[in-house]
Nanobody, 122 residues
Framework: VQLVESGGGLVQEGDSLRLSCAASGLPWATYAMGWFRQAPWKEREFVAAISWNGDRIYISDSVKGRFTISRGNAKNTVFMQMNSLKPEDTAVYYC????????????????WGHGTRVTVSS
């Protein structure tokens, strides 16, 4: 199984970014996907998750109204659109996958990517 994140970068406060996570080696249509982030000197935290068929979406309170998650089933890719970015959104963002939607929202998710860095300057 391989999860590869992309789309990170250095942006200014108020800008937008779209992160992508390309998955391979797993039965994409049956796996839930999640996004997590880890800021410097902080623990990894849940950001967003989407069920295998997209009918359930979970967004953390810290980004609700600014971030959205979606999946492109034809391309085995999950996206996270991040708008109105703030300096406190600066972190390494990780993609995760699990056959359980509940598990995909936790640090116990089965599969992880290596992360993509997002830096938001003020």
């Amino acid at each position: 199984v391989q999860l590869v994140e992309s789309g990170g970068g250095l942006v200014q406060e108020g800008d937008s970014l779209r992160l992508s996570c390309a998955a391979s080696g797993l039965p994409w249509a049956t796996y839930a996907m999640g996004w997590f982030r880890q800021a410097p000197w902080k623990e990894r935290e849940f950001v967003a998750a989407i069920s295998w068929n997209g009918d359930r979406i979970y967004i953390s309170d810290s980004v609700k109204g600014r971030f959205t998650i979606s999946r492109g089933n034809a391309k085995n890719t999950v996206f996270m659109q991040m708008n109105s970015l703030k300096p406190e959104d600066t972190a390494v963002y990780y993609c995760a996958a699990d056959s359980s939607t509940a598990q995909a929202r936790t640090l116990e998710a089965s599969y992880w990517g290596h992360g993509t860095r997002v830096t938001v300057s003020s």
